[in-house]
């Protein structure tokens, strides 16, 4: 007789998705095992000190409108706080050859910033004339940000987005996905 305990789910991995999934499979009554290779739950999310400086990485924040995760974040005993930053502190950068680099917040600020050649910036702003995709198969973020908005913003605003957000390349992130309202 085998004395090993009977689950109902397995789960394979205890990044920020596994976590959830073992987390709604045992509010759903269900026995669950959650299984994680590496010493630490978390996936890639992890907060690093890099000399004076904290970075985040991967998810640090989850939309307002996100409502499956503010379901979940309710239903933790004790829940911290959400909390919104400060306005001081509300500015995105990038890393250039150049150096440091405020991202643009508007469209003014993008058409002063050195961050696109005058042609890209011709490039994102024709996309409004551009008309929608019809049908075909699915389309990575990539492909729907070079297509739409041209390679360079695919590169320097995408790339580094996703992999902040998503911890993964805008090439392997479906578009549905990652911005379903679009």
């Not at 909390?83 to 508007?106: C, D, I, M, S």
């Not at 390679?151 to 993964?168: D, H, N, S």
């Not at 390349?169 to 549905?176: K, S, T």
Request: aromatic share 6%.
């Amino acid at each position: 007789m085998n004395d090993d305990p009977i689950v109902d789910v397995v789960v394979v991995g205890a990044g920020l998705c596994g976590l959830a999934t073992a987390w709604r499979a045992v509010r759903s009554g269900r026995t669950t095992l959650l299984l994680e290779a590496s010493p630490r739950v978390g996936g890639v999310l992890r907060t690093e000190q890099d000399g004076p400086w904290r970075v985040e990485r991967a998810a640090a924040a989850f939309p307002s409108t996100a409502t499956h995760l503010l379901e979940i974040h309710g239903a933790l005993p004790n829940a911290p706080a959400i909390r919104r930053p400060p306005p001081e502190v509300n500015g995105q950068f990038l890393w250039t050859r150049a150096g440091l680099r405020a991202l643009p917040r508007a469209p003014p600020s993008l058409v002063a910033s050195p961050l696109l050649s005058a042609g890209e910036k011709v490039r994102l702003f024709s996309e409004f004339l551009r008309a929608p995709r019809r049908g075909g198969p699915p389309e990575s973020t990539y492909a729907f940000a070079r297509r739409r908005l041209g390679r360079a913003v695919a590169e320097r605003f995408l790339r580094p987005m996703t992999l902040g957000i998503y911890g993964t390349r805008p090439e392997e992130l479906g578009v549905a996905d990652a911005f379903p309202t679009l």
